[in-house]
């Protein structure tokens, strides 16, 4: 899966890490998010990734959210990995609906 434009990974050697990242207005899904009664921050972005965290699909993440951008950390495989989970709720309005929705139902609060 090719990742969009906007979603890039940087290699952070002084750190001896990797990130993830993106400025948040690039999503195809931005006002989705905000049609959804969310922020479209940095901060709804770490809450997607503590969902997927906490349904098992990534192991934990550091992130490292903003107003307008989204960062995380790790090693390069997981920032690869976190990169791909996150692609089709950043292009994909119906699934990010599908997954906020599904996150709602069962009380999670994306603290956005």
């Known amino acids: 899966m090719q990742l969009p434009g906007y979603l890039r990974l940087h290699d952070l050697p ?3 890490q990797w ?3 993106f400025d948040v207005s690039g999503p195809r899904t931005t006002e989705r998010v905000a049609d ?4 479209p921050n940095g ?6 990734v503590r969902r997927l965290v906490d349904l098992g699909e990534l ?3 550091e992130t490292d959210p ?3 951008t989204f960062s995380a950390f790790g090693t390069h495989a997981l920032m690869e990995r976190l ?3 996150l692609v089709p709720y950043l292009t994909d309005p119906d699934a990010l609906t599908a997954f906020v929705t599904a ?3 069962d009380g999670f609060d994306f603290d956005d």
């Open 103 to 105: 996150a709602e139902a």
């Open 14 to 16: 002084e750190f001896d």
């Open 43 to 48: 901060y709804f972005w770490a809450g997607v």
């Open 66 to 68: 903003e107003g307008d």
């Open 59 to 61: 192991p934990e993440v």
């Open 83 to 85: 990169a791909q989970a």
């Open 36 to 39: 959804l009664g969310h922020e």
């Open 19 to 21: 990130s993830c990242c």
